[in-house]
């Protein structure tokens, strides 16, 4: 059973600063993806990783993919208040569905 | 291109009754997922569809049902409601072809 694990799940940090989140997984997968949700609202899709070594970059965040280490991360430079959010890694399953499990979220706190 | 669309965005039910949800879609996209989000659960797969065939289902009982038309509109269900079942229910429109996968705004159902 694919399990997904992120960490910290809750992070403080100074706006300036940069962080790194972590998502493992416990099974081979062909699909790694994050999104942000805001409170009350619902999920916006940040990114989508399909290979090895798959890096990508919008604005301050970057996600990376190792699929032999089962690793996923996301870095945070130069952290903005507006970056304040919870952030989700899901995994795709194999076998041709579309389902995804995802990982408990990491609440993020960008403090001026 | 229009987003996914969630009818209705909030619900109000009592104990014992039935509820239906129902997702619309991006255009083109035929495949149709839910997910339940609680505090406690986090997000957690309900079912998955694709040209109106259920293709995988979670692990919920099956007061959870759910099915989808000809025009990739789909609509899920749920009966007996119990108070566990108040959550944000999110239908996730996915793309086969970049592999994407867009979350509809939700509906947030309170049961009492």
């Known amino acids: 059973e694919l399990k997904v694990e992120q960490n910290p799940l809750f992070l403080s940090m100074q706006e300036g600063k940069n962080y790194t989140i972590y998502c493992n997984y416990s099974t081979t997968s062909d699909r790694l993806y994050w999104y942000r949700q805001d409170p009350g609202k619902s999920l916006e899709s940040l990114f989508v990783?399909?290979?090895?070594?798959a890096v990508k970059q919008e604005g301050r965040l970057m996600a990376s993919l190792d699929t032999k280490a089962r690793l996923s991360t996301l870095h945070i430079t130069a952290a903005v208040h507006d970056l304040s959010a919870t952030y989700f890694c899901?995994?795709?399953?194999?076998?041709?569905?579309?389902?995804?499990?995802f990982g408990k979220g990491t609440k993020l706190t960008v403090n001026p | 291109k229009a987003g996914v669309t969630q009818t209705p965005r909030y619900l109000i039910k009592t104990r014992g009754q039935q509820v239906t949800l129902s997702c619309s879609p991006i255009s083109g996209h035929r495949s149709v997922s839910w997910y339940q989000q609680t505090p406690g659960q986090g997000l957690q797969f309900l079912f998955e569809?694709?040209?109106?065939?259920?293709?995988n289902k979670g692990n919920f009982p099956g007061r959870f049902s759910g099915r989808q038309f000809s025009n990739s509109r789909s609509e899920m269900n749920v009966s007996t409601l119990e108070l566990g079942d108040s959550a944000l229910y999110l239908c996730?429109?996915?793309?086969?072809?970049?592999?994407?996968?867009?979350f509809g705004p939700g509906t947030r159902l309170t049961v009492t």
């Open positions: 899901a995994v795709g399953t194999q076998g041709g569905s579309e389902k995804l499990v």
């Open positions: 990783l399909l290979s090895n070594g």
């Open positions: 996730a429109s996915g793309d086969r072809t970049s592999y994407e996968q867009y």
């Open positions: 569809y694709f040209s109106e065939t259920q293709r």
